[in-house]
């Protein structure tokens, strides 16, 4: 019976050491869903989020303990308590070099706990933050809008304060309708104006509304100022048409000019014809303006003297064009 009852007893201890070196439920689950509940690895420009998401979850089953060095390892002695905390210890590091990309491994490759990691990561990482901090505000102290949708402006002013949040630091509200006012483009010149003199302090929430219905409002505006130019040019086309049918003919210099001179018919017969011709056309010059009915007359009365011209003047045109015989 004695032989029985130790061997029982034997069973027993080493079911119980069994039973206390096996792993936690809360550590189970924080293994199995680490990649769910840490979906961004960390890299060299998202470490304060990362490690915001790391620790809360550590956090909330009990192992920040871990991270921050306030749970001590046990002497080895003590091996009982020394196995229990190399085996949650252990699990918590798994569960960290899951979450790291490929680039920042070889920093912790060679340590040993997870305090170790956590500390080394953020002596590492931390400067390099800062930096990425004030790269990420003088992006947004120089936006501008330019060609870009007010959608798309506020978008990218966003996403910049988010990543300025996600890397440790913040911006105050203030500040960033400073920045989205000063990168608007002329045309918001007014609405710039009354957001300033407010005597009220304005939401971000308040101000994306009201951007949005000021540029449609700016884009009806300039529709209709496209229009009514558009309506102004076609009307003076249509004047400038008008007046040009309308007008009075002007006669330009050499206007009689082979139709009714004779010098450009004839020039070898009537020398005088050419003289006749280029005092009608200084008379019709001169008197363009008073118009055709005035010059009448004064042709009349040139043509009579032309023709006693031409019978003092010019030989009888019997035998003019008739060759005169050769004397041998």
């Known amino acids: 019976m004695a032989e029985a009852s130790s061997a029982i007893s034997r069973r027993t201890g080493s079911s119980d050491q069994e039973t206390e070196l096996t792993i936690p439920p809360h550590l189970k689950f924080l293994i199995s869903n680490i990649k769910n509940l840490v979906p961004t690895q960390l890299t060299t420009e998202n470490y304060a989020i990362w490690r915001l998401q790391l620790y809360?979850?550590?956090?909330?089953?009990?192992?920040?303990?871990h991270l921050t060095g306030a749970s001590i390892c046990p002497p080895e002695t003590e091996t009982d308590e020394y196995n229990r905390w190399k085996l949650v210890d252990?699990?918590?590091?798994?569960?960290?070099?899951?979450?790291?990309?490929?680039?920042?491994?070889?920093?912790?490759?060679?340590?040993?706990t997870a305090q170790e990691i956590w500390t080394t990561l953020e002596r590492r990482l931390q400067p390099t933050n800062r930096s990425r901090v004030i790269q990420l505000k003088s992006e947004l102290h120089q936006i501008?809008?330019?060609?870009?949708?007010?959608?798309?402006?506020?978008?990218?002013?966003?996403?910049?304060?988010?990543?300025?949040?996600?890397?440790?630091?913040?911006?105050?509200?203030?500040?960033?309708?400073?920045?989205?006012?000063?990168?608007?483009?002329?045309?918001?010149?007014?609405?710039?104006?009354?957001?300033?003199?407010?005597?009220?302090?304005?939401?971000?929430?308040?101000?994306?509304?009201?951007?949005?219905?000021?540029?449609?409002?700016?884009?009806?505006q300039q529709n209709q100022e496209s229009q009514i130019s558009d309506h102004t040019a076609l009307l003076s086309n249509r004047n400038a048409g008008y007046r040009s049918r309308t007008s009075k003919p002007k006669f330009k210099s050499g206007f009689f000019r082979g139709q009714g001179s004779?010098?450009?018919?004839?020039?070898?017969?009537?020398?005088?014809?050419?003289?006749?011709?280029?005092?009608?056309?200084?008379?019709?010059?001169?008197?363009?303006?008073?118009?055709?009915?005035?010059?009448?007359?004064?042709?009349?009365?040139?043509?009579?003297?032309?023709?006693?011209?031409?019978?003092?003047?010019?030989?009888?045109?019997?035998?003019?064009?008739?060759?005169?015989?050769?004397?041998?």
């Open 56 to 65: 809360q979850h550590f956090s909330a089953n009990r192992y920040d303990q």
């Open 90 to 112: 252990r699990n918590l590091i798994s569960a960290i070099l899951s979450t790291i990309s490929a680039p920042i491994l070889p920093y912790v490759l060679t340590l040993h």
């Open 144 to 220: 501008q809008m330019k060609d870009k949708t007010m959608l798309q402006y506020l978008d990218q002013i966003k996403k910049i304060v988010d990543s300025i949040a996600a890397a440790g630091s913040n911006v105050d509200t203030e500040d960033i309708v400073l920045y989205i006012l000063n990168g608007l483009p002329a045309q918001y010149n007014p609405f710039k104006t009354a957001i300033r003199t407010s005597l009220q302090p304005i939401s971000l929430d308040d101000l994306y509304s009201l951007l949005c219905s000021e540029e449609i409002n700016l884009q009806h």
């Open 262 to 328: 004779t010098e450009n018919q004839h020039p070898s017969r009537t020398p005088t014809t050419g003289l006749f011709a280029k005092s009608v056309e200084k008379q019709v010059t001169r008197h363009s303006i008073v118009g055709i009915g005035a010059i009448l007359p004064m042709l009349l009365r040139r043509t009579c003297e032309l023709s006693r011209l031409s019978k003092t003047l010019i030989p009888p045109m019997s035998g003019y064009w008739t060759l005169e015989p050769r004397h041998t």
